[in-house]
């Protein structure tokens, strides 16, 4: 915003209007990779893309029109980008998120043993149930700088006066009881850096359990799913062959003897974000091009 006064009599309204474009579309091309360095640099565009675009934009209206239409124009304005392209946007990142949605963010496991808990006894068939749960977790070591994306967890961490209370006294902290299944700590422990059938094999049962697991979605035993009216919270058995098939599954659905590494098995449970990020970002590059060849520097209308 602080640059907008300086950039406009240097290069003119229409420049400053095709860098906001030009910024917008480049913003979308680099949250389309998977670079961390590449969604940081799209964050640092944000000012230039509104600025340089929507202010930029109501100041061009407000240039063009004749004098008896400036407030009607800048009324239009506001309509079209902040009403109707808003929910025409809204509707079609909808569209997309849900067209490119995850592969596998979801497996199916027995969750029968559990099902009287859920159930208050009462069950509906004497097969076993089974449930839709999130696929196991396959976290970063913990000095990544990925972990400072979850702002909330690292300023709580830096604010925990009661922890800090406890260090000085020397008090030690209770360990909390509850299973989390971690892959990736799972494997280091195993010394691998990939996820094969044989270090799966090479993992115990108990390694496999996960308490405190929501599920809304039932499978019955002739496959059809219910979705319960309130989620139940239980603990989960992951079974290694189930996880085996999982694995083949992501990696093709070919090889028995496959190897993921952490980034495929976490791509198989992202939304596709290329595509969802690519399809707006040309578009925007395809009006940038439009308004580069008809568009012209307005002059004053008084």
Known sequence: MLALPFCI???GLKNVLLIGMAAWSLRYFLFSTPYFEAALAGLLLHGFCYTFLYVAAYMYAEKVAP???KASAQSMMVFLLLGVGQVLGGYSFGYMFTTHSPKHATMIV?????WDAMSNGFKFSESPFSAHVPTPQWSEDEDSIYKYLDLAAVANEWLDVEE?????????EKESTDRTVDLGKLLKALGETSLTPAALDKMQDSDLVQDGVKISKMVTCCGEGFTLDNAVTVSVQYNRSDLKDLGKAMAGGEADNFSLSRDQWLAAQSHNWTQIW?????????????F???????????
């Open 9 to 11: 009599p240097r290069f």
């Open 67 to 69: 004098a008896h239409l």
């Open 110 to 114: 027995n969750v029968d043993e559990n």
């Open 164 to 172: 800090a209370v406890n260090k000085w006294l020397g008090v030690e």
């Open 278 to 290: 690519r399809v707006p970002a040309i578009f925007i590059a395809a009006c940038f091009v439009i």
């Open 292 to 302: 580069l060849l008809l568009g012209r520097n307005p002059k004053d209308n008084t």
